[in-house]
């Protein structure tokens, strides 16, 4: 059973602890599959919702509240992912005034790296977990391979990989 107010303050957890999109993913993922509250599944599918819904990507996380605890979760986690966003109206008036010390530009290059290392660890944990063949795989690179370039619509990626999965996997 789901002890709401722990629901909750796991959510509030991730946020905090996060820098939007999907960093706050393996937080959640370890929090809530630890206490099996949540499936792998649970996870791929907010996600796709989160990308197909219009808004920032770390919308998903309402996607997972709906799904692991129903419309109380999506309650919880929207406030949850709310509340980091008024700290943040705070920090920026206290970063207008430090914002030309030597020491900000490399803080922020710290934090930007730390990102991309998340973010890395979000892609990994997903592909480890779905038995991913070489089928997979093609659409994985293909996917990478355009989104590299830039020159691609997300969502014509999206849709794209979509149909080959159908065409590979029908």
Known sequence: MIDPLLYFLLFLKASLLSSGGFSNLPSLR???LGLH??????????????QISPGPNGLWVISLG???????GALLALIALTIPTFFVLIVERAYTSIEKQRWVPGLMRGISLA????TLTVVWSLLSN???DWKAWLIIV??????ASQRINLLIILGI?????YVLYR
């Open 115 to 118: 990102v991309i290392a998340l």
């Open 130 to 132: 779905t038995g991913a």
């Open 30 to 32: 370890q929090d809530l």
């Open 66 to 72: 709906y799904l692991t605890y129903g419309w109380a």
């Open 161 to 165: 990989a979509g149909l080959a999965g």
């Open 142 to 147: 293909g996917a990478i391979a355009l989104a």
């Open 37 to 50: 509250w949540a499936k792998n599944a649970d996870f791929s599918q907010s996600i796709a919702i989160g």
